[in-house]
């Protein structure tokens, strides 16, 4: 089924848009290229030797996850490319179910190499796509990342046409809401949710790895989308997993 833009509703997305969630708050590894965190259908960079393995559900259309993009990925990009941590990102369709399909499956035929890349491009460039969905030029803004990425204007109409990439991202949707996740973004460390909760001490909203408030030398971790917010929280899971 083409995508096609000219649509107010797009038959290939309504089983998307159904299986939306609400809330909106690089390379698919191998069978033996996956660290023991990871599954098939994971997109992921950096060495699977990382000591810490990070997971993030998320969505090109959810505003949190532009913001946490922001403001944490130069921080992670970092421990990425020192060999600390292990980024793995996890498809999600909520915010515009359609908006983020996608972006999703352009990210897709930018190739493994460029997933991440093309990523980069759909969330710093977030509120450009959704002001031109509201002027009826979604189609055009895409077609423009695309371009950017080195797709021809026919790769680009095969892209959204791909059916083949409709379902997968459908399923990794659907895998997020069976795995307990209904809102983004999500993280996992090492296996462990980390999510903001009241602290222990009543002094405000912490990030909690499990039941357990994360704490080091400066105190709770503050939730907050800043680098040095999840440095503290990367360097906590690092000194665990040396232990």
């Not at 797009?10 to 809330?23: D, G, N, Q, V, W």
């Not at 803004?141 to 791909?162: K, N, Y």
């Amino acid at each position: 089924m083409a995508f096609n833009f000219a649509r107010s509703f797009i038959p290939a997305f309504a089983a998307a848009t159904a299986l939306a969630l609400a809330a909106c708050g690089g390379n698919s590894g191998a069978s033996d290229g996956r660290t023991e965190f990871e599954r098939e259908g994971d997109f992921a960079r950096g060495s699977v030797d990382a000591p810490v393995v990070f997971i993030e559900y998320g969505s090109t259309a959810c505003g949190g996850c532009a913001a946490f993009h922001q403001g944490v990925y130069p921080t992670l990009n970092r421990y990425v490319e020192d060999g600390t941590v292990r980024l793995v990102f996890r498809e999600m369709l909520t915010g515009s179910a359609e908006l983020a399909l996608a972006g999703f499956m352009l990210a897709r035929c930018a190739g493994e190499e460029r997933y991440f890349d093309v990523l980069d491009v759909l969330f710093e460039q977030q509120q450009a796509i959704f002001m031109a969905a509201q002027r009826g030029q979604a189609r055009q803004q895409f077609q423009t990342i695309a371009r950017s990425a080195g797709l021809s204007d026919q790769e680009f109409r095969a892209c959204m046409s791909d059916e083949s990439a409709v379902d997968a991202i459908n399923e990794s949707n659907q895998r997020a809401a069976r795995d307990g996740i209904n809102a983004t973004p999500s993280f996992f460390i090492n296996g462990e949710r980390v999510e903001p909760n009241r602290a222990p001490d009543g002094s405000g909203v912490v990030y909690f790895a499990g039941n357990t408030a994360i704490e080091d030398e400066q105190g709770f971790v503050p939730a907050q989308f800043t680098g040095d917010t999840f440095a503290r929280i990367i360097e906590y899971f690092r000194s665990r997993a040396e232990e």
